[in-house]
């Protein structure tokens, strides 16, 4: 491989083509052994420049190289060193996301410079931010064209970042009616169901629906059936859990004094006037 500074980036293009996935520090160090390390970075300078190039840190905290097409150098044309590094870092992220704390961590970049730089990715719309429910409506990046995971959004059981909880009962009901009406129905039945009535506004897998349905099993009101293939089924619980009994409402469960409480105490059962209406109850 040659040594100048022209031939090492047509090296170094090379290379990232041979690894698409990604071509590390130690492999390109290997592979340009031959070619003063002050080469190589004038090379990899002018390519990043030239944005040619893209460079970014793996999992590992390694420096991964890749190449960029002609139509990405477009997009990024007049953007600077630090301004690449901080969209391919967000890149790397992917549609979960990337909070600043961590852009600042993996770039040496001062707050002040990653937030002047994001203003300037956003105003291009080659990255956008997205609250995440996970971490307290707190503001990850992405780039622009990605759909935020579910993960980030919460997926169907929130709107507008706020649990949707009476969404959720809502749907309860229906696939408890549906069950009901059936007598018996498996998971991808109920799923079918609530798919083609347009529920929700986001696609609700099997997943999602059977997390519903199991509330509907620990509350009392559905029980599960297995039979002969394995396949589980659900149908109206025979026993059903009423929702209020002598034994839910006992006062003992809730009372503050209760330690206090003994037989010859001041505070006592024979003293109780809730233990006496619980008793009428």
């Known amino acids: ?34 070619v003063p390390i002050v080469t190589q970075a004038s090379a990899i300078n002018a ?14 905290g390694n420096l991964v190289y ?5 139509t990405d150098a477009v997009k990024f044309k007049g953007l600077g060193s630090e301004e690449m590094l901080v969209y391919q870092l967000i890149q790397h992220a992917g549609n979960t996301g990337m909070w600043t704390k961590d852009m600042k961590f993996h770039s040496n970049l001062q707050q002040p410079q990653i937030t ?35 993960e980030l959004t919460g997926g169907a059981w929130y709107t507008a970042h706020e649990f949707d909880s009476e969404f959720i009962e809502a749907l309860r ?15 991808a039945e109920v799923a079918t169901f609530i798919q083609s009535r347009g529920f929700s506004k986001v696609d609700l897998r099997q997943d999602d629906v059977l997390s519903i349905v199991n509330t509907l099993v620990y509350d009392g009101r559905v029980e599960t059936v297995d039979d002969e293939e394995d396949v589980e089924h659900f149908r109206p619980a025979m026993l059903a859990i009423p929702k209020q009994s ?24 024979a003293k109780c006037i809730y233990y006496d209406k619980w008793l009428d109850f």
Request: glycine share 6%; aromatic share 6%.
């Open 1 to 34: 491989m040659g040594s100048s500074t022209d031939s090492a980036e047509n090296d170094i293009l090379e290379l990232c083509r041979k690894h698409s996935e990604g071509l590390s520090e130690d492999i390109l160090q290997k592979e340009l052994s031959g």
């Open 47 to 60: 390519l990043l420049k030239k944005h040619k190039l893209q460079i970014f840190k793996n999992n590992e």
């Open 66 to 70: 890749k190449e960029l097409v002609s």
């Open 116 to 150: 002047k730089i994001l203003k300037t990715l956003e105003s291009r719309k080659l990255v956008k931010s997205v609250k995440s429910v996970t971490g307290g409506n707190r503001k990850v990046y992405m780039l622009y064209e990605l759909e935020p995971s579910r």
């Open 173 to 187: 009901e229906a696939c408890f009616r549906y069950i009901e009406n059936q007598g018996d129905a498996t998971l």
């Open 246 to 269: 002598a034994f839910t409402s006992m006062p003992c469960g809730v009372c503050p004094v209760f330690s206090q409480c003994t037989p010859d105490g001041p505070i006592s059962p």
